[in-house]
C-alpha cells in the first residue's frame, strides 16, 4: 500500500490498514489489566466445560438417594442437591449452556445482524426502510419480556431459549453495522473500486466489512454477559434447558425450596453464574476500552 | 415543542404496528389454536368427527379467514381494550391483569425509587472524585451490580434475612390497604433486589454524563464567576448530565419490566410477572399474550416520554 501512495494516489483513495490488527490487539490487551481478570474468569468456565466429563467427579444426573442433600466435604465437594446429585458436577456441566448462550449464540446473531444492516444500509431506500423498522420493532419490546414470550409461544427448550436471545442481540447489530455502512459507503476508497467495476458483494465484504468490524465486536463483546443472565432467567423460570439437563438458573431454582435445609445448592450455581457473567462483563469492558475508546464513558 | 410532540408521535406508529403484528406472529406460533383447545375437552370423537367439530369450531372463531384479516380483527380487539379470555378461567383477561397491576405497580415504583436514590448520588460522589478511592469504589460496586444475577441476589438476601434471622418474611404479599407495616415488610427484599439491579447502570451513566459535563467550558466559566462548588455541581453539571440520564431512565423501565416477572416469581408476590409466568405454565396464552402486549406498550410509552422530555430540556434535539 505505501507503494501506491508513493505514486502519488491521495491518502482517501487508500483503504484503511488492517495488516497486524489482531497482533496490536493483543497487545494492547496486555495493559488491561481488568481484562485479564475477565479472560482468566471465562477460561475457568471454559475449563469446566469442556473438562466435566474429566474432572466432574460423579456423573452429573446420577441420583444417589442414600446421599440426598448432603453438606459440602470430602466426597461431595459442594454437597448434594434433593437427588443425591453432585452439585459440583452439576455446575462443570452447567456451564456448557451458558457458555453456549454466551458465545455462540451471541456470535451468531452478531453475524445475523451484520449480515441485515450491511444490505439496509448499502441498498438504501424501501429495503433499509423495512429491515430497520423491523430492528425498530424488535427493540422496541423489553428484553426479558420479550425472550420469555418467544419461549413460552415457541415452547420451552433449549433451542427455542437460545432462538430468543438471538432475537434481543441481532437488531443491535444490524443497526450499528448499517450506520456504519451508511459512512462508509460514500468514502472515497469505495468510489474508487466502484468505478473500476467491483461487484457490490466484492465491495460489501473486502471494504465496507472490515472496516465496520470494531464496533461490531464491541457490541457483541458487551452483549455477551448479559446473554448469560437471559440464558440462566429463561432456566430459573423452566423455559430453557428441560431436566435433567443441568444448567446454573434451573440449580437455582432447584435448590430454592430447600434453601433452609441445603442452602449450598442455589448459593453455588448462583455463585457460578456470577463469575461467569463477571468475567464476560470485563471482558467486554476491555475490548471495548482498545477498540473503540469513544465509549469508554458510555 | 407541539410539532415536535406530534412527530415523535407519528414516528411511533410504524413501530406499534410492526410490534402488533410481531405479537400477532408470536400467537400465531402458539401449539393449539382456540379451536383445538375447545374440541380437547370432548372426548369420544371418531377422528372423522373431530375433524368436522374442528373445522365448523374454525369457522365459528373465524379462524379460517385469511390471515391478514384475522389480524386485523384481532388488533381491532386489542386496541379497544379487549384482550380476550383465559383459557383456564374464563375471566377476562383485563380484568385478571386490573386485579394484579396494582402490586407491581407498588414493587415498581419503590424499586425505581431506591435504585436513583442510591445511583444518582452515588455517582455524582464518584464522579467528584474521579480516580479517588470513592470512585474506585463505586466502579467496583457498579461493575459487582452488573454482573450479579438477580434469581442468586434474591435467593441470598431470603437466605440471610429470612432464613437466619427471621427479620422479614421469605415470600407472600399483604395488600397495603391490609396492613401496612406488613406490607412494607414482604416488599423489602423484592425492592431491595430488583432497585439495587438497575442501580448499577444509572449510577455509572450518572459519573460518566457529569464528567462529561464537567470538562465543558462553561464550567470553567462558572468557576471563574467563583460560583460556589454546590451550584457548579448541581445547577451547572447536573442539568446538564440529566439528559443521556433520561435516556437510560427508559431503558432500565424496560429492565424493570423484565425483572419484575422473576422477582415476583421468587417472592410468590401476585403480580402481573407471576400472573404470566403462572398462565405460561398452566398454557394459558391468552394472559400471557396480555401482559406481554401491556408491558410492552408501557415501555414504548415510557419512551416516548423520554424523547418528550429530552425535547423540552434540550431545544437542540426539537429542531433537528
Known amino acids: 500500500m505505501s507503494t501506491i501512495a508513493a505514486a502519488g494516489v491521495p491518502d482517501t483513495l487508500v483503504r484503511p490498514a488492517r495488516r497486524n490488527r489482531f497482533v496490536g490487539f493483543l497487545s494492547a490487551f496486555r495493559r488491561q489489566r481488568l481484562g485479564i481478570v475477565g479472560v482468566m474468569l471465562l477460561s475457568l468456565t471454559v475449563i469446566a466445560a469442556i473438562g466435566a466429563p474429566w474432572i466432574a467427579p460423579y ?39 451458558s457458555l453456549y448462550a454466551g458465545f455462540v449464540v451471541v456470535s451468531v ?16 431506500g424501501i429495503t433499509d426502510a423495512v429491515l430497520m423498522r423491523l430492528m425498530d420493532a424488535l427493540l422496541a419490546f423489553p428484553g426479558l419480556v420479550f425472550a420469555i414470550a418467544i419461549t413460552a409461544a415457541l415452547g420451552p427448550n433449549l433451542t427455542n431459549a437460545m432462538i430468543a436471545i438471538a432475537v434481543l442481540s441481532f437488531p443491535g447489530a444490524a443497526r450499528i453495522a448499517r450506520g456504519e455502512t451508511l459512512s462508509l459507503r460514500e468514502r472515497d476508497f469505495v468510489l474508487a473500486e466502484r468505478v473500476l467495476g467491483a461487484s457490490p458483494v466484492r465491495i460489501l465484504f473486502r471494504h465496507i466489512l472490515p472496516n465496520a468490524l470494531a464496533p461490531i465486536i464491541v457490541l457483541g463483546s458487551l452483549r455477551v454477559g448479559g446473554a448469560i443472565l437471559i440464558e440462566t432467567s429463561l432456566s430459573f423460570l423452566g423455559l430453557g434447558v428441560q431436566p435433567p439437563t443441568a444448567s446454573w438458573g434451573a440449580m437455582v431454582n432447584e435448590g430454592s425450596a430447600f434453601l433452609e435445609r ?17 468475567g464476560a462483563n470485563l471482558l467486554g469492558d476491555a475490548v471495548r476500552d482498545i477498540l473503540d475508546p469513544r465509549l469508554r464513558n458510555a | 415543542m407541539t410539532g415536535y410532540v406530534v412527530r415523535r408521535f407519528l414516528m411511533m406508529v410504524p413501530v406499534v404496528l410492526m410490534v402488533t403484528m410481531l405479537l400477532f406472529v408470536l400467537r400465531q ?187 465543558q467550558d462553561y464550567m ?22 440529566l439528559i443521556p440520564l433520561i435516556t437510560i431512565a427508559g431503558l432500565e423501565f424496560g429492565g ?33 399474550q396480555g401482559v406481554v402486549l401491556l408491558t410492552t406498550v408501557a415501555y414504548l410509552l415510557a419512551n416516548f416520554a423520554v424523547d418528550v422530555a429530552y425535547g423540552m430540556l434540550d431545544p437542540r434535539i426539537r429542531y433537528a
Open chain 1, 59 to 97: 456423573s452429573p444426573n446420577k441420583i444417589d438417594a442414600l446421599h440426598v442433600l448432603q453438606s459440602p466435604g470430602m466426597h461431595h465437594l459442594l454437597g448434594t442437591d434433593s437427588l443425591g446429585r453432585d452439585v459440583f458436577s452439576r455446575i462443570l456441566y452447567g456451564a456448557r449452556v
Open chain 1, 109 to 124: 446473531s452478531m453475524i445475523i445482524g451484520t449480515a441485515i444492516g450491511l444490505v439496509a444500509g448499502y441498498a438504501g
Open chain 1, 262 to 278: 441445603a442452602p449450598w445448592i442455589s448459593m453455588a450455581s448462583g455463585g457460578a453464574i456470577f463469575l461467569a457473567v463477571m
Open chain 2, 29 to 215: 406460533a402458539t401449539p393449539g389454536d382456540p379451536a383445538t383447545v375447545a374440541v380437547g375437552e370432548t372426548s369420544g370423537l371418531t377422528s372423522a368427527e373431530y375433524e368436522q367439530t374442528l373445522q365448523q369450531l374454525r369457522a365459528r372463531y373465524g379462524l379460517n379467514r385469511p390471515i391478514f384479516v384475522q389480524y386485523l380483527d384481532w388488533l381491532g380487539q386489542m386496541s379497544i381494550g379487549d384482550l380476550g379470555r383465559s383459557y383456564r378461567s374464563n375471566q377476562p383477561v383485563r380484568d385478571a391483569i386490573q386485579q394484579r397491576l396494582p402490586v407491581t405497580f407498588e414493587l415498581g415504583f419503590l424499586s425505581l425509587l431506591l435504585g436513583w436514590s442510591i445511583a444518582v448520588p452515588a455517582g455524582v460522589v464518584a464522579a467528584r472524585n474521579r480516580n479517588k478511592i470513592q470512585d474506585l469504589g463505586a466502579n467496583f460496586v457498579g461493575l459487582l451490580g452488573l454482573s450479579l444475577p438477580s434469581i442468586w441476589v434474591a435467593f441470598v438476601f431470603i437466605y440471610v434475612f429470612a432464613v437466619r434471622f427471621h427479620w422479614l418474611p421469605p415470600s407472600g404479599f399483604v395488600p397495603f390497604l391490609d396492613n401496612p407495616t406488613q406490607n412494607l415488610k414482604s416488599m423489602a427484599l423484592p425492592v431491595i433486589t430488583l432497585g439495587t439491579s438497575g442501580a448499577a447502570v444509572i449510577m455509572r451513566f450518572t459519573r460518566s454524563s457529569l464528567l462529561e459535563a464537567m470538562s
Open chain 2, 220 to 241: 470553567r466559566t462558572a468557576r471563574a464567576k467563583g460560583l460556589s462548588e454546590r451550584a457548579i455541581v448541581w445547577r451547572h453539571g447536573m442539568r446538564n448530565a
Open chain 2, 256 to 288: 424493570l419490566l423484565g425483572g419484575a416477572f422473576i422477582i415476583e416469581e421468587i417472592f410468590a408476590l401476585p403480580g402481573m410477572g407471576k400472573l404470566a409466568v403462572d398462565a405460561i405454565y398452566a398454557r394459558d396464552y391468552p394472559i400471557v
